[in-house]
C-alpha cells in the first residue's frame, strides 16, 4: 500500500512557488507503483486524488485490506537528501492475540520494518541520494499490524526546484522499488 502523504484540505508543506506537498508525494506515489508493477509486485495507492484521509483511516485502509507493506511519502522537511523511518517501538517479544493495542500495532512487524529499511537505503545511495535511517514515532506507522515504513524526500536534495525535478522523482521511485523487491526476496516474497 503506497500512501502519498496528505492530501485534500491537508496541503502538507510547501515545495516550492506552486507546489505542494500533497502533489508531490501523489506524483511520486504514482511512479513508486509502476516501478513495483515493473518488477512484478502488486501496488495499490491509498490515495489516487486529492482527498483528505485521517491518519486512522490510512492505518485502517492498510489494515482491512491486509497490505504486504505500507509505504508512507513525505517531502519537504528541511535538509538534504531522504530520510527513511520505521516506528520506534520495541519489538514485540510475544503474541497479544487476534486484538492488538491500536498505539502499538506495529510491534509485531516492526522487525520486519526495519529490515526493509536496511534494503532499501543501499539501492537509494546507489542512485546518489544521501540516506539517514531513523525510527519515529510517526503515525500511522505504529497503527499498522504490517510492516510500515515513511520515506521523506528533503526540500533541497537537488540544485532546482523539487517542481522541476521529474528525473529525481524517478530515480526516487526506482530506488524504493528496488529496495523493496530485493527486501520481498529476501523474505521469501512476504512483503
Known amino acids: ?11 502538507g508543506a510547501t515545495l516550492g ?3 505542494l506537498e500533497k502533489d508531490f ?10 516501478e513495483l508493477q515493473a518488477r512484478g509486485i502488486p501496488a495499490h495507492l491509498l490515495r489516487d486524488t486529492d482527498v ?9 485502509i492498510t489494515n482491512e485490506t491486509h497490505a504486504g507493506l505500507y509505504v508512507v511519502l513525505h517531502a ?30 506495529q510491534a509485531a512487524s516492526v522487525e520486519r520494518s526495519r529490515a526493509l529499511l536496511r534494503s532499501m537505503a543501499p539501492a537509494l545511495r546507489k542512485k546518489g541520494f544521501s540516506v539517514a535511517v ?3 514515532p510517526l503515525r500511522p506507522l505504529n497503527n499498522v499490524t504490517g ?15 523539487l517542481q522541476h525535478r521529474a528525473k529525481l522523482r524517478e530515480a526516487l521511485a526506482s530506488a524504493i522499488a528496488e529496495g523493496i523487491a530485493q527486501a520481498r526476496g ?3 516474497g512476504r512483503l
Open 1 to 11: 500500500m503506497i500512501d502519498p502523504a496528505h492530501g485534500g484540505d491537508d496541503k
Open 17 to 19: 512557488a506552486k507546489l
Open 25 to 34: 508525494t501523489l506524483a511520486l506515489a504514482r511512479e513508486l507503483k509502476k
Open 52 to 60: 483528505s484521509l485521517s491518519l486512522e483511516r490510512r492505518a485502517e
Open 76 to 105: 519537504g522537511a528541511p535538509g538534504t537528501g531522504i530520510r527513511l523511518y520505521a516506528s520506534a517501538l520495541t519489538p514485540a517479544t510475544a503474541s497479544v492475540g487476534r486484538f492488538l493495542p491500536w498505539e502499538s500495532a
Open 134 to 136: 531513523l525510527p519515529s
Open 147 to 161: 510492516p510500515a515504513i515513511a520515506a521523506e524526500v528533503a526540500t533541497a536534495t537537488g540544485a532546482q526546484p
Open 186 to 188: 529476501q523474505q521469501g
